[in-house]
């Protein structure tokens, strides 16, 4: 899976990880930057999703299609496909050219719109991977666990850089007794849950 990464959508992570890179350094405001996951936590996000049982495969928060680049690979790899929501017009743009220029589009369907408004669409989850913000991750982890297929996984981003603001919602998932769930210290924090 990452010994092959198509030129194409090689091309497209190097130019979203410049953009970022930038974005964090030039000052621009928080929610016109991308904030997306270092490439280290693509790699993690694809293991997972690669290894994650049938079901649906979703992606809360889009920003430009950085993680949904890496997720592509893993649904490709597995014969599935994903899908992705985000709220904001100018950052569904953004993922819309990321799709196109990676040629990903047969593995990825983009929803403008709020994943809570849909949720309902969705009965067996297989995989879920949340980076929104963080005021909504409590109720995306309550929508999205009792969706989740036995042995389905649910990652969410900030995990260590955004503790304090999270901290209730993480330790709600780390004593919840339908998932077991644990932190992992790459990226930005990863929290890590696997569905009974």
Known sequence: M??????????????????????????????ERLRQIPPETGRFLALWAAAAPTGAYLEIGTSAGYSTLWLALACRANGRSLTTFEVLPQ????????????????????????????????????????????EIYRACYEAVVPRLVAGGILIADNAANHRETLQPMLDAALADARVDALIVPIGRGELVCRKR
């Open 2 to 31: 990452f010994h092959n990464i198509p030129a194409d959508v090689l091309d497209r992570m190097h130019q979203l990880e410049r953009r970022d890179e930038q974005d964090r350094a030039d000052g621009t405001p928080r929610l």
């Open 91 to 134: 950052k569904a743009a953004l993922a819309r050219d990321t799709f196109a220029q990676a040629g990903v589009g047969d593995v990825v369907r983009l929803v403008q719109g709020d994943f809570l408004e849909h949720a309902d669409e969705f009965d067996e989850v297989g995989f879920c991977f949340l980076d929104a913000e963080k």
